[in-house]
């Protein structure tokens, strides 16, 4: 970690974690944990997927740690996203202990990402009683708790090396991964994606309510907000109504869908905002950003098992192949079909690269 701020944090770390530990025990007091082997069955798939991105144990225990007040004390029904949320924040921090940048503007890169797919959540409580207590209270104790629960952990040469040996070996599995930004890719999986909407439509067998297809345009709409993107939102669009499909309707699935389609329209942003176009913006935020999400999504899916079985593991899984793969295979489809009306420098820039 580099800057001041270092020793400061590191100086606190045994009063950090012991207001930590309070919180912690003291709504585990108040409030008994009706199922706490499924909470710690969940909390340690958390820690695996996170370690397994992070290669770091006290990051990684932070991440899978950091919602427990919330949880402990409003119920389980949100680990999941929590914990994807904590694993995009912690994997963005250490990235950038890495590149030696600005720690603290990694940390709150993701809050965004989180407010958007909460903001889609107390909208749509106006129509549905939703869990809304347990999902801010948890989202709240992650965003609250891990900043420093993070910045207080050591970074040493240690940790360096098996960092940037991680981050080198995920760049090259998610250069080839990142050839979904390319058109030829973009329409071909735009196509399946289409041909799965045509099959469900006429083998499904529990229908969504019919007001929860109007969460697929709010979705889009969430997506343009945050980005200003309107390919980004019509393939939101598109993508969520492919997970209302399959999963019968509203719910986790599509909350966990908007914070990572969040993550990747916020990433591509940035990069767009260097210069790059938007095609290669895309392809870099997937190289960069794509091993993030995965294993994020990955401890979602295995966080919703203990307590909601292989259906709820299966619709994480369908929110995390929307925004891994549809999700930019349908803006790259649209940007193709549609082309945007481009100046004469974004056409040299873009003949250039």
Same mark, same amino acid.
């Given at each position: 970690m580099s800057g001041d701020s270092a020793p400061f944090f590191l100086r606190l770390r045994l009063p950090i974690l012991l207001v930590f530990? &309070? /919180?912690? !025990?003291?709504? &585990?007091? #108040?409030?008994?944990e009706p199922q706490p082997v499924a909470l710690a069955a969940a909390a340690l798939g958390g820690f695996l997927a996170?370690? &397994?991105?992070?290669?770091? +144990?006290?990051?990684?225990?932070?991440?899978? !740690?950091?919602?427990? *007040?919330?949880? /402990?004390?409003?119920?389980?029904?949100?680990?999941? /996203?929590?914990?994807?949320?904590?694993?995009?924040?912690? #994997?963005?921090y250490s990235d950038a202990l890495l590149k030696e940048h600005n720690p603290y503007i990694a940390l709150a890169r993701t809050l965004p990402s989180l407010a958007g797919a909460l903001l889609f959540?107390?909208?749509?409580?106006?129509?549905?009683? +939703?869990?809304? $207590?347990? !999902? /801010? #209270?948890? =989202? #709240?104790?992650?965003? !609250?708790?891990?900043?420093?629960? &993070?910045? @207080?952990?050591?970074?040493?040469?240690s940790a360096i090396v098996r960092g940037n040996r991680q981050r080198e070996k995920m760049l090259r599995i998610f250069a080839f991964v990142g050839n979904i930004a390319e058109s030829r890719w973009s329409m071909s999986l735009s196509g399946v994606g289409m041909v799965l909407a045509v099959l469900g439509w006429f083998e499904i067998t529990v229908w969504p309510p019919y007001f929860d297809w109007l969460a697929a345009p709010a979705a889009g709409v969430l997506i343009f907000a945050f980005t200003l993107d309107i390919y980004a939102a019509f393939a939101a669009l598109a993508a969520a109504a492919l997970i209302l499909l399959f999963t019968g309707g509203v719910g986790g699935a599509l909350l966990l869908f908007l914070l990572f389609a969040l993550f990747w329209g916020r990433a591509a942003g940035r990069?767009?905002? %260097?210069?790059?176009? =938007?095609?290669?913006?895309?392809?870099?935020?997937?190289?960069?950003?794509?091993n993030s999400l995965l294993f994020a999504g990955l401890a979602a899916m295995i966080a919703a +098992? *203990?307590?909601g079985g292989a259906i709820a593991a299966l619709h994480a899984g369908c929110g995390l192949i929307a =925004?891994? +793969?549809?999700? $930019?295979?349908? @803006?790259?489809?649209?940007?193709?079909?549609?082309?945007? %009306?481009?100046?004469v420098e974004d056409m040299c820039?873009? @003949?250039? @690269?």
């Open positions: 530990a &309070a /919180l912690a !025990l003291w709504g &585990a007091y #108040a409030v008994p996170a370690y &397994a991105r992070l290669r770091n +144990v006290p990051l990684a225990l932070a991440a899978a !740690l950091a919602p427990l *007040p919330g949880i /402990l004390w409003f119920g389980q029904a949100a680990y999941a /996203l929590s914990i994807a949320f904590a694993i995009l924040m912690t #994997a963005d959540a107390c909208l749509w409580s106006l129509h549905v009683p +939703v869990q809304l $207590p347990g !999902l /801010l #209270a948890a =989202a #709240a104790a992650t965003a !609250l708790c891990l900043p420093p629960l &993070a910045l @207080s952990v050591p970074f040493g040469e990069f767009r905002a %260097h210069g790059e176009t =938007a095609q290669m913006a895309m392809r870099r935020a997937m190289e960069e950003e794509g +098992v *203990p307590r =925004a891994l +793969v549809l999700f $930019p295979a349908f @803006s790259g489809a649209l940007r193709r079909m549609f082309p945007p %009306h481009q100046s820039r873009a @003949s250039v @690269s």
